[in-house]
């Protein structure tokens, strides 16, 4: 059974930081890419990063420079390092899992980021 389980979200001040964690199971997470996603209420989901399974990354602009996506394939584990964080950052944040035409999500952890 596929699961991805989003951990690490939280309420946080504006310029701090948080991890957020994804641990994968079900599948062979080494040839999957992982993807960080965010969604706030009545808008659509939107695109945070990426890392492929050779380790490469992507970014929304809005997030480069701040956001580190990175993965530990031993533990089926991929994690976003969130820096300076901003108000428009609050959302909840999702993974998923992507290869060839199968996606799979997590189920999302929120992350608020106000005084």
């Known amino acids: 059974q596929v699961q991805l389980v989003e951990s690490g979200g939280g309420l946080v001040q504006p310029g701090g930081s948080l991890r957020l964690s994804c641990a994968a199971s079900g599948f062979i997470f080494s040839i999957y890419s992982m993807g960080w996603y965010r969604q706030t209420p009545g808008k659509q989901r939107e695109y945070v990063a990426t890392i492929t399974s050779g380790g490469s990354t992507i970014y929304a602009d809005s997030v480069k420079g701040r956001f580190t996506v990175s993965r530990d394939n031993a533990e089926k584990t991929v994690y976003l390092q969130m820096n300076s964080l901003k108000p428009e950052d609050t959302a909840v944040y999702y993974c998923?899992?992507?290869?060839?035409?199968?996606?799979?999500w997590g189920q999302g952890t929120q992350v608020t980021v106000s005084f």
């Open positions: 998923k899992a992507t290869r060839g035409g199968t996606n799979y």
